[in-house]
């Protein structure tokens, strides 16, 4: 079995985020993961001269990422169960035909948005058609232009009930649930490790500390860092005041 990054695994697929970059392999490939990639032991003691702070966010991003890999283990065999790789809401339209989506790798808020979206644009389409009537017969435009409009609703009312439905199956079996805290976990990694990142060192203790734990946790083994987290670790070796006067300027310019 390979060792390779499970989100570099998780590359190509439409719609994937990283919440759910792990969810997506088998649940052999998630348990061997969960081994391979146990994080190293916290520092157990404060090295001489190093202040608390970065130790204490050190021990929180291990904390973190247990807990993303507990709700991955939780979550995973729930959406096998439930959700197989065929799964995907489907919304008849009233004017023929319908939209579909994928359920297994998305969460519900992105399915109904895309489905809104798409259903929105298929409608648009309708109304564009219209434009020649409009001009020869303007009262039998005018009277399609609002059957349309009447369908569009209807069919976006069919899609909020389906997405409720969908919601309460899931909260039946707990699978709902698991997706919600596998989601918070991963916001929280990825929070704790950015924090880490954005952390100022004062001494040269410090910043060895800092980047034996970046070499650890970051480099394809646990998951590569984000732009923002460069962004963060590099504004880091700037002072303070290098930071307030880009983000002066940044305002600034918007303004």
Not at 104 to 112: F, Q
Not at 145 to 158: F, G, I, Y
Not at 190 to 217: D, G, P, Q, W
Request: charged share 30%.
């Amino acid at each position: 079995m390979s060792n390779a990054p499970v989100l570099a695994a998780a590359e190509g697929m439409p719609n994937l985020n990283r919440r759910t970059a792990l969810a997506v392999t088998s649940a052999g490939i998630v348990s061997a993961i969960t081994v391979l990639s146990t994080p190293a032991k916290a520092v157990s003691a404060e090295p001489a001269g190093v202040p608390a702070e970065l130790l204490a966010l050190i021990e929180a991003k291990h904390a973190a990422y247990t807990r993303f890999i507990v709700a991955i283990d939780r979550a995973t065999p729930l959406e096998e169960e439930y959700l197989p790789k065929t799964a995907e809401m489907y919304v008849p339209l009233s004017i023929g035909g319908g939209q579909s989506r994928s359920l297994r790798y998305s969460e519900l808020e992105r399915v109904e948005d895309d489905l809104r979206d798409e259903i929105k644009r298929r409608y648009r389409e309708q109304g564009q058609k219209l434009a020649a009537l409009h001009k020869v017969a303007p009262d039998l435009a005018k009277q399609s232009t609002a059957a349309l409009r009447k369908a569009e609703q209807s069919d976006l009312r069919t899609l909020k009930r389906l997405i409720e439905e969908e919601r309460a199956r899931r909260s039946a079996v707990g699978l709902e649930q698991a997706l919600q805290e596998r989601d918070a976990a991963s916001d929280a990694e990825r929070s704790s490790i950015n924090a880490v990142c954005a952390y100022r060192c004062t001494i040269m203790e410090e910043h060895r500390i800092k980047a034996e734990f970046l070499l650890e946790f970051c480099t394809g083994k646990y998951g590569d860092l984000q732009s923002e987290d460069i962004d963060a670790l590099l504004w880091s070796f700037l002072p303070v005041e290098a930071l307030e006067s880009a983000v002066k300027a940044s305002e600034g310019g918007a303004a």
